[in-house]
């Protein structure tokens, strides 16, 4: 048997791979609520029931998603987002169209015309160096004035991080690698066009359906409310799995969680990769549903926008629900991250005044915040060098946000790894 520990996208889809190849594999989820990160919930707003996401707030149709989407029969519940929206950047008191495209670039007043001319030194200077910092690279081949208006604020807004403390070989890099554009980021950005023709979607009742109807179709397999205190090697073969009045022996095991509650399980059987991964930074993020309420025009502000890195608010970035997916006034407001970790130090009453008030510096309207939702997020900063370092006893396997790229379509293909490698 094989043993999941970790009831978020990554195990539950692992779980349902392997299920569907007839292999015997048992999950185990310290919470009631399975999902992770990836769970919704309907709470009451100022016109009434609102569905909000607690984590990732939409997703590209990838071929991959929705062959599962299908498996699931959540087809019916799929629902797409509007066409052609631009993304918007806020700067100074003003909304900028985000522009991502060669034709955007260039007529965009986000950006002066002497830093477009300057993002061209892109095509003759060197790639990034890989323990480079994102910021260094960044503004080194577009220019400070991209990278501070535009390229810092987007790629450090994905991991609620700080370019500054990143290291490209974690992001620019393999970005680089997968669209073959080798030292150039502005061919990359062009290459992943295709990218932005895959339909952007969500479901009727909020992302969180898709672990739900993973656990359903595999609920036998499922031990919800069952913490692993600890693993143990088991008689030279496998290992031992320490559950509340249990001790479960496995084949192997898959670790699906955080990087700090992989540690803890890890401590008795190999200290030093507990070490490890107990070292990997976490960037605390506060996520704010807010309703403008039905008597006022939701404000225009694309599919959402974000602060450029010489704003001060609080506020990161905000996804308009409302004009994404049709649900009426519901905005997304995101807080902290590294950086501005002290946002969250606050009461949840002042956080959400922190978000009611940067949403109507920047828009004008008047929000009703609903509730602040914490959660952590892999910093990619120069702590996870100790990845360099690791190295995994026979048997055991990782399955994490914290070893591949972001995104739920990058879960669902490390998931697809393991489970080969699993099953030969």
């Avoid at 965009?108 to 910092?133: C, H, M, Q, Y």
């Avoid at 081949?141 to 450090?156: D, F, S, T, W």
């Avoid at 008689?235 to 509650?261: N, Q, S, W, Y």
Wanted: aromatic share 4%.
């Amino acid at each position: 048997m094989i043993g999941i520990v970790g009831g978020g996208i990554s195990g539950l889809f692992l779980l349902h791979l392997l299920r569907e190849q007839g292999v015997d594999a048992v999950l185990f989820e310290a919470s009631e609520n399975p999902g992770g990160v990836m769970r919704s919930l309907t709470l009451d707003g100022p016109d009434g029931p609102v569905t909000v996401d607690l984590g990732p707030q939409r997703v590209r149709l990838t071929r991959g998603l929705g062959e599962l989407v299908s498996e699931l029969d959540l087809a019916s519940s799929l629902v797409h987002a509007k066409t052609g929206v631009a993304f918007t950047m806020y700067r100074k008191g003003r909304l900028y169209p985000a522009p991502l495209s060669l034709t955007d670039a260039l007529a965009t007043p986000l950006i002066s015309w002497p830093g477009k001319l300057r993002a061209l030194a892109d095509l003759v200077t060197a790639p990034p160096a890989p323990t480079e910092s994102v910021a260094d690279a960044l503004r080194r081949k577009l220019g400070p004035e991209i990278y501070e208006r535009l390229a810092g604020p987007l790629l450090g807004g994905l991991y609620a991080s700080s370019p500054e403390e990143m290291e490209a070989r974690h992001t620019l890099l393999p970005a680089l690698g997968r669209t073959g554009a080798n030292r150039s980021l502005l061919l990359a950005l062009l290459r992943t066009r295709k990218w932005d023709r895959l339909p952007v979607v969500s479901f009727e009742g909020g992302m969180g359906m898709l672990p739900e109807a993973l656990v359903a179709r595999h609920r036998s397999s499922i031990r919800l409310g069952t913490p692993v205190a600890t693993l143990v090697k088991s008689g030279g073969k496998g290992f031992a799995l320490e559950v509340p009045g249990d001790r479960i022996p496995v084949r192997a095991v898959v670790l699906t969680m955080p990087a700090p509650e992989a540690a803890r399980i890890l401590h008795t059987v190999d200290p030093t990769l507990a070490e490890l991964l107990g070292g990997l930074r976490y960037n605390p993020l506060g996520v704010v549903p807010l309703v403008v309420p039905g008597t006022t025009k939701p404000p225009s502000v694309g599919s959402g926008f974000k602060m450029t890195l010489d704003e001060p608010a609080a506020t990161r970035g905000v996804t308009a629900h409302t004009t994404l997916f049709g649900r009426p006034g519901l905005f997304t407001a995101f807080l902290g991250g590294m950086g501005g970790e002290e946002v969250l130090d606050r009461p949840d009453e002042a956080i959400m005044k922190t978000a009611e008030d940067d949403f109507r510096a920047v828009t004008g309207a008047d929000a009703e915040a609903l509730m602040v939702h914490r959660t952590r997020m892999p910093a990619w900063d120069r702590s996870w060098r100790a990845l360099d370092l690791v190295e995994l006893p026979h048997g055991l396997h990782l399955c994490t946000a914290f070893t591949s790229r972001p995104g739920i379509p990058g879960r669902l293909e490390e998931a697809r790894r393991v489970a080969d490698r699993l099953t030969g």
